[in-house]
């Protein structure tokens, strides 16, 4: 099953996060820290230019603490990239980011000249979070799926600092399949553009790879079944996803696996690592794709 994810309001949005960001001092990238690679939008990307950028990986306490190590350690090869691990809902973890936005915008920060700052990123990844943690207050609205903020709101720390808050942006063409498939893992794609059985059984091939004592843990497995459809069979009698005659209902089974994974009942799981592409190509990709 392909996997393509573009509401109308997301080329939109893009339009507009594309004349702020002219005005704006610095940018905050927030990446899901369990996929810091398919997380990143290359359309966000391509508007950076000099423009100081801060990427966020956002979640870290779901994610791999030694994979996202890694990850922090790749991103900050990049030319002008900050990358920072936090959790948006600990405000002691996002204090430290004010102090680098006015770092990287040293000539503003003075009355009647805030730092300018713009949140960006894929949906669901926490950027309403963020903000409202950095308010103190609840000014963003955010919730558990992805595509809830749809137009941009600016929000006045009155600390120096004023954030704009912006939708969540995918790209139309998703050609990356094994990405959008962790995008789906992770919850940034829309429910009605996925089907759970294959999502779940994508991710729980991946994760009976990388991590299987989290799974023989949390589900009282004595043995790891021997594929993925066998392990969704073991999560449904486990968790009590049963048709009406007894049978196990493998779809039902696969959503409560993956929103269990989502939500970190399993550990800390990372979805992907980096990976650099030989010495001649330094690009930058992630491993960690089973399909
Ligand atoms: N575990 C964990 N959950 C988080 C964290 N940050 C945000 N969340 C949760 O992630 C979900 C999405 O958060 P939002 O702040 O609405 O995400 P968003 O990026 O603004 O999403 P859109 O507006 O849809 O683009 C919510 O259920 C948050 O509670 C975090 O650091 N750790
Ligand atoms: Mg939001």
């Not at 004595?222 to 049978?247: Q, W």
């Not at 994974?261 to 800390?268: N, P, Q, S, V």
Request: hydrophobic share 40%.
């Amino acid at each position: 099953m392909t996997i393509r994810w573009y509401p109308g309001h997301m080329g939109k949005a893009l339009e507009q996060i594309g004349d702020l960001i002219k005005r704006v001092d610095v940018v905050i990238e927030v990446l899901d820290a369990r996929l810091p690679f398919s997380s990143s939008n290359h359309k966000l990307e391509e508007l950076r230019r000099t423009k100081p950028w801060i990427k966020v990986l956002n979640k870290h306490d779901l994610a791999d603490s030694a994979v996202t190590k890694a990850w922090v350690r790749e991103f900050e090869k990049q030319a002008g990239i900050r990358a920072l691990p936090i959790s948006a809902r600990q405000h002691s973890e996002t204090k430290q980011l004010i102090k680098l936005c006015q770092l990287l915008a040293p000539k503003r920060g003075k009355p009647g000249f805030p730092v300018r700052v713009m949140v960006v990123g894929i949906p669901n990844v926490g950027k309403s979070t963020l903000i409202n943690t950095l308010a103190g207050r609840s000014m963003a609205k955010v919730g558990d799926k992805p595509a809830i903020t749809t137009t941009t709101q600016l929000i006045d720390l009155k600390n120096g600092v004023v954030l704009n808050d912006t939708p969540g942006v995918l790209w139309p063409d998703m050609d990356d399949q094994p990405g959008a498939y962790r995008l789906a893992t992770s919850g940034a794609i829309g429910a009605n553009a996925l089907d759970y059985t294959t999502v779940g059984l994508f991710a729980a091939e991946y994760v009976m790879q990388r991590y299987p004592g989290l799974l023989k843990n949390r589900y009282k497995l004595a043995d790891m079944p021997d594929n993925a459809t066998e392990f969704i069979e073991s999560v449904g009698r486990c968790l009590g996803c049963l048709k009406s005659g007894g049978e196990i209902d493998l779809n039902r089974a696969a959503e409560a696996f993956l929103r269990e994974l989502r939500a970190g009942k399993l550990g800390r799981v990372s979805l992907e690592e980096p990976v650099r592409d030989g010495a001649d190509n330094e690009m930058l990709t992630a491993s960690g794709s089973p399909l």
